[in-house]
């Protein structure tokens, strides 16, 4: 599993996590957290989505670990995703600015 012991595959140039939640970009390190995922398809491949403590939602390749999209919109923590259960191309987030938000994974709107 991607997520096993809390890890992303650590590919060049791509989101990973290399300690629990703590979230890394390249070279750059940065204090955010990853705080609720799920599991995602565009119709062609999983992709996990991962709410972050920086308003971003990330939507990785499953099996290559890359960053494929960072949604933005939130205003706060997005704490709560999940996928819609009859299109499973749509992405529902939740934040703690009190807001949810629909998401198309296809297109990254």
């Keep these: 599993a991607i997520l096993a012991a809390g890890r992303l595959a650590a ?3 791509t989101l990973a996590l290399r300690h629990p939640g703590l979230v890394f970009a390249g070279a750059e390190r940065r204090e955010e ?4 995922t799920c599991n995602v398809t565009d119709g062609l491949r999983t992709i996990v989505a ?3 403590s920086s308003q971003l939602v990330y939507l990785l390749d499953a099996a290559s670990g ?3 999209h960072a949604l933005r919109g939130h205003e ?10 009859r299109r499973p191309s749509l992405l529902w987030t939740g934040s703690d600015d009190q807001t949810v ?9």
Excluded: M, N, Q
């Excluded at 706060?76 to 259960?85: E, F, G, K, Q, Y």
């Excluded at 938000?101 to 990254?108: E, N």
């Design 11 to 13: 590919l060049p140039g």
């Design 66 to 68: 890359e960053c494929l």
């Design 76 to 85: 706060s923590t997005v704490c709560a995703l999940s996928a819609d259960p």
């Design 50 to 52: 991962a709410g972050s």
């Design 101 to 109: 938000r629909l998401w198309d994974v296809t297109t990254a709107s």
């Design 33 to 36: 957290w990853i705080v609720a």
